[in-house]
Nanobody, 125 residues
């Protein structure tokens, strides 16, 4: 049974950092693409970043390039999203998602089958 559990969200001030964790179970992590997505109130789900296959190739959305970093610790079955220089526009519920055999559209939420429950990130002064 595939499961994903996010944690690490919270309330921070602009310019601060957070690290989100996505603990996975029920599948072999390097065989899946793991994506981070976010959804702000009244908006659609946006692709933030993903890490793909055993090569650990990464992709980022334009709004987070240079500020966010995705990484994977296969020994811990965990994928991280390090978020630096957070801005109020980063406020959203952040979700991790998993998909096997993904070869394109890595930041399209409709390509992913398995989802976690989400963790709230609020950036406010």
């Amino acid at each position: 049974q595939v499961q994903l559990v996010e944690s690490g969200g919270g309330l921070v001030q602009p310019g601060e950092s957070l690290r989100l964790s996505c603990v996975t179970s029920g599948f072999i992590l390097p065989a899946y693409a793991i994506g981070w997505f976010r959804q702000a109130p009244g908006k659609g789900r946006e692709g933030v970043s993903c890490i793909v296959s055993s090569d650990s190739i990464t992709h980022y959305g334009d709004s987070v390039k240079g500020r966010f970093t995705i990484s994977r610790d296969s020994a811990k079955n965990t994928v991280y999203l390090q978020m630096n220089d957070l801005k109020p526009d980063d406020t959203a519920v952040y979700y991790c998602a998993a998909e096997k055999g993904l070869y394109s559209d890595y930041l399209d939420p409709y390509e992913y089958t398995y989802w976690g429950q989400g963790t709230q990130v609020t950036v406010s002064s």
